[in-house]
């Protein structure tokens, strides 16, 4: 059952990320819908849940109050903002954009004589790719710390990791295209994605709808098997480049 609520208080995505946080720890919600828009939370529920039982979910004497909707009729531009309604490609167009641009360049400057340098186009990939992405973070660092200790195993234990996490992808970015110890550089990624790697496991295989982080706060793409993808495709890169590291 899927019922509306207006939550009073919600001022930014960092709002939007915490209230969906809190409602998405209790066990009978399987979704939780939060905008900023409106201040509307749509939660998707095994069973009828209370207002005083929601309130209690995302706490009391925080700024935040939830009140139920007895009608929920969202807007022509909210329905356009859903995931949802659009095609694969909309929903995806931004990391997909950014894939196409870090490949572009890494072939350019991975190609001397006619063929390509698999080392040098797999430090130049990955580089851009931390570098991109930690900026994205970076520009709402408090709204991807929240979106991500929605599922990410170490940042629901211990929010400052998200903190943490942006500022390593740029140290990380920096490292490859500085080519600083490639050992060092390549060890810490495979276990930083691979740690990151099983939070998007558990949360697409319980096929729970939570705004991915990859982009931080920036834009709303949804978790799914595009998030697996991206964080195996740097492992797989990291393990190879070990692996002639040491061949």
């Known amino acids: 059952m899927t019922h509306s609520y207006t939550v009073s208080g919600i001022t930014c995505d960092g709002c939007v990320a915490k209230v969906k946080h809190k409602l998405l720890q209790h066990p009978d919600i399987t ?6 828009q409106g201040q509307k939370a749509v939660v998707t529920m095994t069973r009828h849940l ?3 039982e929601l309130q209690d979910t995302i ?3 925080t700024k935040y109050v939830i009140r139920e909707d007895h009608v929920h009729m969202p807007s022509a531009a909210q329905a356009g903002n859903d995931p949802e309604s659009r095609s694969w490609f909309e929903t995806y167009k931004p990391i997909l954009l950014i894939f196409a ?12 004589g006619g063929s390509i340098h698999s080392m040098m186009f797999m430090n130049t990939f990955m580089g851009g790719f931390f570098l991109v992405f930690s900026f994205f973070k970076l520009l709402n660092l408090d709204g991807f710390a929240d979106s991500y200790a929605m599922y990410d195993v170490v940042a629901r234990r211990f929010r400052a990791w998200g903190y943490i996490y942006a500022f390593i992808e740029l140290a990380l970015g920096l490292a490859y295209v500085t080519g600083f110890n490639p050992l060092v550089t390549n060890a810490v990624t495979f276990v930083v994605m691979s740690i990151s790697l099983v939070g998007v496991l558990q949360t697409v295989l ?3 709808k939570i705004r991915c982080a990859c982009l931080g706060a920036v834009f709303n ?3 799914s098997t595009v998030t697996i993808v991206e964080d195996s495709l740097m492992i797989a890169m990291s393990a190879m480049t070990l692996i002639m590291i040491y061949t």
């Open 31 to 36: 979704n939780a819908d939060v905008t900023l």
């Open 50 to 52: 209370s207002v005083d």
């Open 59 to 61: 706490g009391r004497g």
């Open 101 to 112: 641009f870090i490949t572009v360049i890494s072939l350019i400057t991975s190609s001397h």
């Open 206 to 208: 319980n096929k729970k």
């Open 221 to 223: 793409l949804p978790m």
